[in-house]
């Protein structure tokens, strides 16, 4: 369903991403891991043109798009297919909860303002914010922000929501909530790409494991391919540190 070949992203002299591969199946969750720098984000945000690769092509479904030679056009469409839960939530602050996720829908979906209101507020009710429609971002605990973002990403029904690392800017006791929003959502064969250090989250949600350290995929595989029977050195060093109570020999 999505592919991606050959993209590459510098920033200046310093390149971020060295020519990626990457395959994603319709209704498949993958999870990217990799230490800090490694370009998981920039690769998330690549995806979507948040960052503009330098080279490559990207493809979802049917679609495809040429990086060295994309028109506004095509990147409009690339967004539609696309839809992004950052790490800093990203509300509208001086809206409600009900009217950050009618947003999308009244300017991107164009629909009528009773309809939005309502598919807003089912959505809202499904991660679980039914009591907190007329909230403001202010009034939300970040747990809170975090699930009316996802529920905003949901209202555009897009073919992949690209997830980037979602709880890291939670206290710890937030971030089982969102955690089971995102299980809950994964479940319902919504295609997703996650970036992550939630170790636990990968293993039990992810279809496929990403591990990438400077700029290139060292490893990738299903869960227990990843985690249990690491083949490359670098992986097993990074989940040594990151999973201690796991014996990987290096």
């Known amino acids: 369903m999505i592919k991606l070949k050959q993209i590459s992203k510098s920033f200046g002299r310093h390149q971020v991403l060295k020519n990626i591969d990457l395959a994603v199946a319709k209704g498949e969750v993958v999870v990217i891991l990799g230490p800090s720098g490694s370009g998981k984000t920039t690769l998330l945000r690549c995806v979507n043109y948040l960052e503009k690769p330098g080279g490559g092509e990207i493809a979802i479904g049917d679609f495809k798009l040429d990086c060295r030679h994309a028109r506004k056009k095509d990147i409009h469409q690339l967004r539609q297919k696309t839809a992004m839960v950052f790490q800093q939530y990203n509300l509208f602050r001086h809206k409600t909860a009900l009217e950050n996720v009618m947003e999308g829908l009244l300017i991107v979906k164009k629909l009528p303002k009773e309809e939005a209101r309502k598919k807003s507020i089912a959505l809202l009710e499904k991660v ?69 250090h939630e170790m636990g989250f990968a293993r039990d949600v992810a279809n496929h494991v990403v591990f990438m350290d400077g700029g290139v995929i060292v490893e990738e595989g299903t869960p227990t391919e990843v985690f249990n029977h690491p083949r490359e050195e670098r992986t097993k060093q990074f989940l040594k540190r990151i999973t201690p109570e796991l014996n990987y020999s290096i």
């Open 128 to 196: 679980g914010l039914g009591a907190k429609l007329d909230a403001y971002p202010s009034q939300l605990s970040g747990g809170q922000q975090q699930r009316v973002g996802i529920a905003r990403a949901l209202a555009l029904e897009p073919e992949v929501i690209l997830f980037d690392e979602p709880t890291s800017a939670l206290d710890p006791e937030l971030v089982g909530e969102v955690l089971a929003v995102i299980r809950k959502i994964a479940k319902e064969g919504i295609t997703m790409i996650v970036v992550t």
